[in-house]
């Protein structure tokens, strides 16, 4: 994390961006590629569908993923078509070098990865976190200087399991999962999965 500046305007928690309490600006850096971090961008980079019927929902299913539900096409494949203009700038950054989501699901990173690819979702590693100011997010690449120039800073890594409480003070059991249980490798399919999991033990 950034050594000064934390507290600045710009810093957002992923938990408000995601819960629609404050909306980010059009330049974005997110601090992470974890499950979180794919989690975010996939949320603010999708159409808002609430008002859409279920017929449009699917015909952009099919433009986005290149199906042909009329089987006019061989394979019922045609070449996918994004509806959605992405018009905001998105860069992911991370520390290590790695790809983008290593360590998620193997068998569906790939989908968000070529959405991603889609939206000219960016990515840059080896980058240690200096500070925030007005003039944007100062970081460190590979031994060089760089001011990033962003409307929004989104925090998705760093996090810490919450386990200070002390749980024998309450009547009934209490299960600790989800991110207050383990934070590693934390994404909202793995904390919906923990919870069913332990809802059809209880």
């Not at 710009?10 to 979180?36: C, F, H, M, P, W």
């Not at 089987?71 to 045609?78: K, V």
């Not at 009547?171 to 793995?190: E, F, M, T, W, Y």
Request: glycine residues 8%; charged residues 20%.
């Amino acid at each position: 994390m950034p050594s000064s500046g934390i507290q600045h305007s710009t810093v957002l928690r992923y938990q408000d961006v995601i819960e629609d309490k404050v909306q980010v600006g059009n330049k974005v850096v997110v601090i992470g590629t974890g499950g979180i971090a794919f989690d975010l961008i996939t949320k603010i980079t999708r159409a808002n569908t609430e008002d859409w019927s279920l017929e449009e929902k699917q015909q952009d299913f099919a433009s986005h993923w290149g199906i042909d539900y009329n089987n006019q096409l061989n394979g019922g494949l045609m070449a996918p078509v994004d509806n959605l203009e992405n018009t905001k700038q998105i860069t992911m950054l991370q520390r290590r070098v790695r790809k983008p989501g290593a360590g998620l699901g193997k068998t569906t990173v790939w989908i968000h990865r070529a959405q991603f690819k889609r939206r000219n979702v960016k990515t840059m590693s080896k980058v240690n976190y200096v500070s925030v100011s007005d003039e944007g997010l100062h970081v460190d690449i590979r031994g060089k200087q760089k001011v990033l120039a962003v409307d929004s800073i989104v925090v998705c890594a760093g996090q810490q399991s919450h386990v200070a409480f002390d749980l024998s003070r309450f009547k009934q059991p209490v299960h600790l999962i989800g991110g207050a249980n383990n934070v590693v490798g934390l994404d909202a399919k793995s904390a919906i999965e923990t919870a069913a999991w332990l809802a059809a033990k209880i």
